[in-house]
């Protein structure tokens, strides 16, 4: 089970891209509402997630995904819960995706010292001890990275890759999809 968290103002695209891509591929993905099962995204889109963070058990969870977008991530970090399954994912080696301004919560929290990791633009210093790249998206050991919206089928593609451990399951995915450069 993999939880892509959202909250308001969060970047459609990059919580949604993942979500499509982890589920054509078999994955069982839950989106959940930190402010509410309808959320409202910074380019005015509403989703409606499938549970709340009240229902967000941590029994059979393999990772989580945190979009960015402002204020989306800032509210994700103030978000208590949402802290606690950063925390149970990084102290159980489950896979954690961050993209865009999100990686920021990672660095906050120091999960990136010493690992190659990418952002959107600015955010840089707020990757505490991160070598940072210039790429779409970056896996380093369980955590996955990505820069923003135009990087998020990279992101997406990697973090099921690494889900499986197995690039050929998101080469297919990708081929599905008719994307090009994966």
């Known amino acids: 089970m993999v939880y892509v968290f959202l909250a ?4 459609e695209l990059e919580a949604l891209a993942p979500v499509d891509v982890l589920r054509r ?3 069982e993905v839950k989106m959940v509402g930190v402010t509410g099962k309808q959320v409202r995204g910074s380019h ?10 009240n229902e967000a058990v941590f029994d059979q969870l393999d990772g989580i995904i945190l979009p960015g977008g402002l204020p989306g991530t800032t509210n994700l970090e103030a978000d208590e819960t949402v802290q606690k399954f950063i925390d149970y ?18 660095g906050h929290k120091g999960l990136l010292r010493g690992k190659n990791a990418v952002c959107y633009t600015g955010f840089e210093k707020e990757l505490d001890g991160a070598h940072i790249l210039d790429r779409p998206a970056v896996r380093d050991g369980n ?6 919206a135009g990087g998020a089928m990279d ?3 990697l973090y099921l890759e ?3 451990d197995n690039a050929e399951i998101a080469k ?7 994307y090009g450069t994966y």
């Open 8 to 11: 308001k103002g969060f970047e």
């Open 25 to 27: 591929a078999g994955v």
């Open 44 to 53: 005015n889109i509403s989703v409606s997630c499938d549970i709340t963070i």
């Open 89 to 106: 994912a990084a102290k159980n080696g489950k896979i954690i995706g961050a993209i865009c301004a999100a990686p920021m919560i990672l």
């Open 143 to 148: 955590i996955i990275t990505g820069w923003g």
């Open 155 to 157: 992101f997406a593609l």
């Open 162 to 164: 690494t889900l499986y």
């Open 172 to 178: 297919k995915i990708a081929r599905s999809m008719r």
